[in-house]
DNA sequence: TTCTAAATGATAGTATTACTATTATATTTG
DNA sequence: CAAATATAATAGTAATACTATCATTTAGAA
């Protein structure tokens, strides 16, 4: 088991760039600049320069940087659901395998080296500090059809369906877990730049105990 | 009671829009626009040309759209805070305040005529549509302590309050509110717009229902 | 091996954005 | 009425967000 494919929509590219180097080369180096940079500082033509390329090439992968993020952030999803998938395997209760989602949600990300092209732990902070950018937009229902968000609205559903297996009348499952999960996010946000928009000191041990004691409780 | 004054912080705008003839109309017309077009495609240019005057005189109230995006949403937290202080005088328990305090993060807004320059109605839906984007930046400490986030903060700690009146060992009643607040914004844009993420038909009712109820439970 | 197609590099160019600056003309205030 | 202030009109700049063209390199198929 050494291949490890998260498949993207193909709406979320022009050119694939997980299938040349120079497309990884891209991704590798967008993850950087995104994290240094944040998204409103980033453009192609730094991406270009930093990978000794040009910014026309960069534009042969991804029509502009709104799109490369929508790949990066389905990717991320993606991702997360294969890691929950396996941790799933050996969690026999659904409130076991709740709590595990949450923690994956908010620990940090070890390096997988299958996939070297990718600093996970990097995209997770991307995540957390540009994730709403990528709806909050103008053209989201376009985007909508074309599958921009499909990896997030997956794990809104598995998680779904694991609180209806712990309360099958429980009647708002795809609203909490879309909060839990955009919680999860800005919590790590805040306890970083606005404290008092948490009670969580630093360290991510406080964030898992309230999303997990506000996903039990709400669920009951 | 017929003057009624919101205030923000003063390194919100270079010349306070309020006091003017012209501020007030850069105000009335940037919420119609924001709306309109949404933040990526507005631009300080249009501002100037529809409301007859010249970009360079916008220039000379806000630094930057940014900084006029932070002041709408300040000046939204502010009302709000009025608005709340209001209902709450009629209000006896601690849990009926909650309950009036979600409704009111959700339902529409009636104009109030005392302040005929803002359209609320319309500033709600620009509070729904980009206010994560006031704090996902690179420039957020430093924002952070020019008071672009004390609206936001000062009603998380409100209800943070009231909270702890329910159950005074709640451990995490900010993080709550945070996340009640952006659960509040987040769910109205998803159920016009992304629906799965949400267990909400259209209509207020059923996201004030999933609000309360993750609130009340999780205090508990 | 050679031919062909595809990918990339190099370069140029355009419209728009996000400002800053200057000067002239109103308008307000003391 | 003078002085200060606000606004209008205009110009200009650097960066952004692209699009286009053409030459060169690389990769794959015949």
């Given at each position: 088991m050494n291949a490890l494919n998260i498949t993207v929509s193909d709406k979320l590219y022009i050119k694939n760039p997980d299938e040349t180097e120079l497309g990884r080369k891209i991704l590798s180096k967008s993850i950087e600049l995104l994290n240094d940079l944040g998204y409103e500082h980033f453009t192609f033509k730094?991406?270009?320069?930093?990978?000794?390329?040009?910014?026309?090439?960069?534009?042969?992968?991804?029509?502009?940087?709104?799109?490369?993020?929508?790949?990066?952030?389905?990717?991320?999803?993606?991702?997360?659901?294969?890691?929950?998938?396996?941790?799933?395997?050996v969690l026999n209760t659904p409130e076991d395998k709740l709590r595990k989602a949450i923690e994956l949600l908010v620990y940090p990300m070890d390096q997988d080296e299958r996939i070297p092209h990718i600093n996970e732990n990097q995209l997770q902070h991307i995540v957390v500090s540009e994730y709403p950018k990528i709806y909050l937009?103008?053209?989201?229902?376009?985007e909508n059809q074309e599958g921009y968000f499909l990896g997030y609205k997956r794990i809104c559903d598995t998680l779904s369906l694991l609180a209806l297996q712990i309360n099958p009348d429980f009647k708002h499952p795809h609203s909490l877990f879309?909060?839990?999960?955009?919680?999860?996010q800005s919590q790590q946000f805040f306890v970083e730049h606005l404290p008092r928009l948490s009670d969580a000191k630093k360290g991510q041990k406080d964030i898992v105990s309230f999303l997990t004691h506000m996903t039990i409780k709400t669920i009951q």
């Open positions: 730094k991406v270009g320069l930093a990978i000794e390329s040009t910014e026309a090439s960069v534009y042969r992968y991804f029509q502009n940087k709104h799109q490369l993020l929508a790949f990066l952030i389905n990717w991320y999803w993606g991702w997360l659901e294969v890691k929950m998938a396996n941790e799933f395997i937009t103008k053209e989201v229902d376009q879309a909060t839990v999960i955009e919680a999860a």
